[in-house]
């Protein structure tokens, strides 16, 4: 198989647009096998080396979009105790439509920007779950062409990498494929 990486930093492909994702590095993978016979592709052969040292393993499309959904996703629970009742962990943003808990947001108005359209209607903007998982590397067996977006669990600084390696288990006694992205 032939296999080609590029390293977008933190910005996630969308169809109308990228997202940002300030607690993941993102390395968009391409794979062509040489043969037709099936690949099996798994995020989990991948890992990024950073400066020669630390390895991150990649997280999966749900997990990130999770955390871009839900900015407290990753929060750790804070104990809180007062005279009155016990209250445990930080404050939730409503976690479903029409959550009676959260304030009702303010409709948006109908604009007249065709940009987006067909045939005169609005297309409809993806879920940012559907957009994440599209732009993921896709996973199983394959005899053909693939491409997607691996992520990394990142929360140093940007400044303090010198070096950037991704790396493919081939798997079998084939030494591990790596690919330097910086």
Not at 41 to 62: H, P
Not at 77 to 87: C, D, K, V
Not at 120 to 148: C, D, F, H, M, W
């Amino acid at each position: 198989m032939e296999i080609g990486a590029e390293y977008l930093v933190h910005s996630i492909p969308g169809e109308k647009g990228d997202y940002f994702a300030k607690e993941y590095l993102v390395v968009e993978v391409a794979i062509s096998p040489t043969r037709k016979e099936s690949l099996r592709i798994s995020s989990g052969r991948f890992t990024l080396r950073i400066n020669n040292k630390s390895a991150l393993i990649a997280q999966s499309a749900g997990v990130v979009a999770a955390a871009l959904k839900y900015q407290d996703w990753e929060q750790r629970p804070q104990m809180t105790a007062q005279a009155g009742p016990l209250i445990y962990g930080a404050p939730q943003s409503g976690r479903f439509p029409g959550d009676p808990t959260q304030p009702r947001p303010l409709p948006t108005p109908r604009g007249t920007d065709q940009a987006d359209s067909i045939n005169g209607q609005k297309e409809p903007n993806l879920p940012i779950e559907e957009a994440i998982s599209r732009a993921a590397l896709p996973e199983g067996l394959t005899a053909e062409y693939v491409k997607g977006c691996l992520f990394f669990r990142f929360e140093g600084k940007l400044k303090s990498i010198k070096s950037l390696d991704l790396i493919y288990d081939v798997g079998g006694d084939a030494p591990p494929a790596m690919i330097r992205l910086l």
